[in-house]
């Protein structure tokens, strides 16, 4: 019965979505080429796969309107991470742990078993009490649809764990045992609880895997734990401290007892639109993260998810970025190299100078490009480089200000689209560095702007018109020289 209801819902919403798609895609704030739902709200990135010769993209999906309500699994793969299929929504609400008008199917992950595809993940629900999160089994022969295990839930939260603090199931397998990180809180203070299994349906706890002693908020959202070389990594994102939306810890991990023994922090972007990233294992061996490309509504600097929802949706990823360990086990976030496939119109200049007379930049249509350069640091004497980006004759614009002399990378939209508010920061850290490497991505609403080896990386959304479409560069207090400018335009994926 369980399952002949999750079918019914599935088809009530593919009726939805069929009746509203044609419309929504022709939205003026669609995306080119990031990845975005058909119809409706999108937020976290949940079971991403590669499994059976595809690329599996499961996602947070409210079917029905452009709000967070009322939690699907949506479906999609590709065979080059660029260009995705939608396929039938995987988990819909149905169940008394999971059916519930403002909860469903909460984020996950994914696991292959002896050939199967398991999901797992946080079923919320509401019965008078407050809002219970548990977690969940589902099941697939095929990769397509899916099956909930009749002994759900599987696991229940544990004493001293609020129940409705205890989500986001991050599963994998090691020698034979799987084993599953889970996002908690505790006396007021975020946790990555370990849990493991023989057979993914009867689970045991194992231990604390890291927790915060006061410096990473009272909850651990989409906690996500590999390993990368000889090191391991917690992603996580912490509510409830300040701006910060995705961050890292790199260190040592030990099997046998279950614990985490971190010695670098750091923050996997800047912007004010990354959280809750996922990763996964390419089949060549990349570890890839992707990301959701907003914030939530508790952020100090929120204002509010963008005008996308008058257009029947909202939401979509930023671009999925390979993660490297750098010698000092810090990280690198680098944008896949699949991307350049959508690649067109290519311009370059090996070389030229940037004074207080701001020069016009040529990227694509200046709305949808991808645009690279160097800074040579040994000729530059400048006290600040701006890079002024989506402008238009009305003033509009996003300024991107790299602040040579206070060490500071900042991005402003406060006066980008007449919607958007906020400036995001990072340090410049330029000690001893002859070159300072730029990479920007900008889509319809967005852009991802990466700077100093893929190591201080800015995602902000941004709901510019085409009218807004001119890129200026100028140096201020000096003169600044460019090396190895290229720029390209890029390919439409999803219009």
Excluded at 418 to 424: C, F, L, R, V
Aim: aromatic share 14%; charged share 25%; proline share 4%.
């Amino acid at each position: 019965m369980s399952r002949e209801l999750m079918l019914e819902n599935i088809k009530r919403a593919h009726r939805v979505i069929e009746e509203k798609k044609d419309m929504i895609k022709n939205g003026k704030m669609r995306q080119h080429y990031h990845f975005m739902p058909q119809t409706g709200w999108l937020n976290d990135p949940n079971g991403l796969i590669y499994y059976k010769g595809k690329y599996h993209y499961f996602y947070q999906l409210n079917p029905y309107y452009g709000q967070w309500d009322y939690m699907h699994w949506g479906h999609a793969v590709s065979e080059d991470l660029i260009h995705w299929q939608y396929l039938p929504l995987a988990l819909a609400p149905s169940e008394k742990y999971d059916d519930h008008i403002r909860g469903g199917c909460f984020s996950g992950s994914a696991v292959e078993c002896d050939g199967k595809l398991f999901l797992m993940y946080t079923g919320t629900s509401n019965h008078g009490s407050g809002y219970e999160q548990t977690q969940c089994i589902a099941s697939s022969e095929d990769g397509i649809q899916f099956t909930k295990y009749e002994g759900n839930p599987v696991i229940l939260p544990p004493d001293g764990v609020p129940a409705d603090l205890f989500r986001d199931p991050k599963v994998w397998k090691h020698d034979g045992i799987y084993y599953m990180v889970c996002g908690a809180s505790r006396n007021k203070r975020g946790q990555a609880l370990l849990y493991r299994s023989q057979d993914m349906y009867h689970w045991e706890f194992f231990n604390v895997l890291a927790e915060s002693r006061g410096e990473w908020g009272y909850m651990w959202e989409c906690p996500d734990f590999y390993q990368l070389e000889d090191k391991y990594v917690l992603m996580f994102s912490p509510m409830g401290e300040s701006d910060r939306k995705a961050v890292y810890l790199t260190g040592d991990f030990d099997y046998d007892t279950g614990k985490f023994d971190w010695q670098v922090s750091g923050e996997i972007d800047w912007g004010m639109d990354y959280y809750a990233p996922q990763s996964f294992l390419a089949p060549d061996g990349r570890r890839i993260a992707v990301g959701w490309a907003n914030e939530w509504p508790w952020m100090p600097f929120w204002k509010d998810w963008g005008p996308t929802y008058t257009e029947g949706w909202c939401g979509f990823f930023n671009l999925p970025r390979e993660v490297r360990l750098m010698p000092d086990s810090t990280l690198q976030f680098i944008p896949v190299k699949e991307l350049e496939i959508l690649r067109k119109d290519s311009r370059t200049m090996d070389s030229f100078t940037v004074d207080s007379n701001a020069v016009e930049l040529t990227a694509g249509d200046g709305v949808s490009f991808e645009l690279k350069m160097k800074i040579d640091m040994e000729q530059t004497d400048a006290d600040q480089l701006e890079l002024n980006l989506r402008c238009g004759e009305d003033g509009k614009k996003i300024i991107c200000t790299l602040d040579f002399r206070k060490a500071l990378l900042q991005v402003d939209r406060n006066n980008s689209d007449g919607w958007s508010e906020g400036i995001s920061k990072s340090v410049l850290f330029l000690k001893e560095k002859k070159q300072l490497d730029i990479h920007i991505f900008s889509d319809q609403s967005s852009i991802e702007i990466f700077t100093d080896h893929y190591q201080n990386n800015h995602a902000n959304n941004v709901f510019s018109d085409n009218i807004h479409n001119q890129i200026w560069i100028r140096a201020l207090g000096g003169k600044a020289i460019i090396r190895e400018y290229e720029s390209y335009g890029l390919r439409e994926c999803f219009r």
